[in-house]
């Protein structure tokens, strides 16, 4: 079936760090991929997308690439902020419905 | 031009009550998607619905949960004789197209609470 896994949170940084979130899916063809982020007590935003192969998504300093050799969409940052903390959802889009991973709480330190 | 819209944005009822939550899908979205996120968890599918036609409820539990998106109005996610274990935060999203390639856009939220 359709899944996708990402790396277990949470997360803590110190800001102006690198930040990488593994996400890797499980799909029949090739689904589009997604990453959103949720503040505390809000709903989800789209950070970034991809629709495929090869592209890469990109959004206030994020990036991902779908990669379909790896079957993967690992989220990036070079320098986070304490603004980035927050919980990151990547999902694929397969059969019209989303499907999530767990999610990956992210803390930044001043 | 407003996002999805979704209200209450809380909710409290007693067991064996009902709840009703809408949502209003983004101006120019015909499609509208009900999703339930339990605490500490991801969010999963419920129902995808068109105007006056559920397309997929293949996520949504067999009894005590139902859903409409009527030719006007908002779309309704009904939860008859709520238990504890309904609590949890209902998102719902909507896009101008069925396709895979468009986004979906969330809504705030409703956060039920069962007591």
């Known amino acids: 079936g359709n899944s996708v896994t990402q790396m277990e949170g949470p997360v803590t940084l110190s800001e102006e760090a690198f930040l990488t979130i593994n996400c890797t899916y499980t799909?029949?063809?090739?689904?589009?991929l997604f990453w959103y982020v949720q503040y505390p007590g809000e709903g989800l935003q789209l950070l970034l997308k991809a629709t495929k192969a090869d592209d890469k998504g990109s959004n206030k300093g994020f990036e991902a690439t779908y990669r379909k050799e790896t079957t993967s969409f690992h989220l990036e940052k070079g320098s986070v902020q304490v603004s980035d903390s927050a919980v990151y959802f990547c999902a694929l889009n397969r059969d019209d419905k989303i499907i999530f991973g767990k999610g990956t709480r992210l803390h930044i330190l001043p | 031009n407003a996002g999805v819209m979704q209200n209450p944005r809380h909710l409290v009822r007693r067991r064996g009550q009902e709840a009703r939550l809408r949502c209003s899908p983004m101006?120019?979205?015909?499609?509208v998607y009900w999703y339930r996120q339990l605490p500490e968890e991801g969010l999963k599918f419920m129902v995808y619905?068109?105007?006056?036609?559920?397309?997929?409820e293949s996520g949504m539990p067999k009894e005590r949960f139902s859903a409409e998106f009527p030719k006007e109005g908002p779309s309704i996610l009904r939860i008859q004789q709520v238990v504890r274990g309904d609590s949890a935060a209902y998102f719902c999203a909507s896009s101008p197209s069925g396709s895979e390639a468009y986004e979906q856009y969330f809504g705030p939220g409703t956060r039920l609470t069962v007591t």
């Open positions: 619905l068109q105007k006056e036609n559920i397309i997929d």
């Open positions: 799909a029949t063809g090739y689904p589009s």
């Open positions: 101006k120019g979205h015909s499609h």
